[in-house]
């Protein structure tokens, strides 16, 4: 995406429908916050064995939708006449994917079993929310310079915090330690669950009576 808008600046693409530049720039922008997604889904599911879930499936049904939906927008491009709307209507749509998927992984990196520093997690988390703003991009030269060089700044910060949680160990011993917490606390749950709504079940009988 970046690569397509340092092209797009030298004016490498004159030759090419705008449109079609357009759209290959917010399909790998998705293709990008899609990762990020599937990152998360791997810290908080079981992957393997595989017959504790088809992960291949689900990267497939991710990879799948972002298709749909630049597949949708270049339908909706082309053959509108509001294009103007339309692409903000996609623009929006794909900020909203982006930060939410960028937020649900960054969520995972407060868990204790990883704590990560929480000034670390703070701009993260302003990363995804900037993701918002991408329908304000192509507003004017000095908004995109602004945004972009934050954007990058704090992508850099992620590269380099995921960087550490793997060099030091801390990310291997978070997925063994949340596999094993997490049998553990599904039958505990379960128990608990039980025992409050047994006392619950008893408290409404003697009010009862």
Same mark, same amino acid.
């Given at each position: 995406?970046?690569?397509?808008?340092?092209?797009?600046?030298?004016?490498f693409?004159t030759?090419?429908? !705008?449109r079609?530049?357009?759209?290959a720039?917010?399909f790998?922008?998705?293709?990008?916050?899609s990762?990020?997604?599937l990152?998360?889904?791997?810290m908080?599911?079981?992957t393997?064995p !595989?017959?504790?879930g088809d992960w291949?499936?689900?990267?497939?049904?991710?990879?799948?939708?972002i298709t749909a939906?630049?597949?949708?927008q270049?339908l909706?491009i082309?053959t509108?006449?509001?294009?103007?709307r339309?692409?903000q209507l996609?623009?929006?749509l794909e900020g909203l994917?982006?930060?939410v998927?960028?937020?649900l992984?960054?969520?995972?990196?407060?868990?204790?079993?990883?704590?990560? !520093?929480?000034?670390?997690?703070?701009?993260?988390?302003?990363y995804?929310?900037?993701?918002?703003?991408?329908?304000q991009?192509?507003?004017?030269?000095s908004?995109?310079l602004?945004?972009?060089?934050i954007?990058l700044f704090?992508?850099?910060t992620?590269?380099v915090?995921?960087?550490?949680?793997?060099?030091?160990?801390?990310l291997?011993?978070?997925?063994?330690?949340?596999?094993?917490?997490?049998?553990k606390?599904?039958k505990h749950?379960?128990?608990?669950?039980?025992?409050?709504?047994k006392s619950?079940?008893s408290m409404?009988?003697v009010?009862?009576?």
């Amino acid at each position: 995406m970046y690569g397509i808008w340092f092209l797009q600046s030298l004016q490498f693409f004159t030759n090419i429908d !705008p449109r079609f530049i357009y759209l290959a720039t917010d399909f790998f922008g998705l293709l990008a916050s899609s990762q990020l997604f599937l990152c998360y889904l791997v810290m908080v599911k079981s992957t393997v064995p !595989p017959e504790h879930g088809d992960w291949y499936r689900e990267i497939s049904l991710v990879l799948l939708g972002i298709t749909a939906i630049i597949v949708v927008q270049a339908l909706c491009i082309f053959t509108s006449k509001s294009a103007v709307r339309i692409d903000q209507l996609f623009e929006g749509l794909e900020g909203l994917l982006s930060g939410v998927g960028l937020a649900l992984f960054v969520g995972r990196l407060e868990s204790k079993l990883i704590a990560s !520093p929480r000034s670390i997690v703070a701009a993260l988390y302003a990363y995804a929310v900037l993701q918002f703003s991408y329908p304000q991009l192509m507003q004017d030269k000095s908004t995109f310079l602004a945004l972009t060089t934050i954007a990058l700044f704090l992508k850099l910060t992620l590269f380099v915090e995921v960087r550490r949680l793997i060099s030091s160990g801390i990310l291997t011993y978070y997925m063994h330690e949340y596999e094993r917490r997490f049998d553990k606390d599904q039958k505990h749950r379960s128990v608990i669950l039980a025992q409050l709504l047994k006392s619950h079940d008893s408290m409404h009988d003697v009010k009862v009576e």
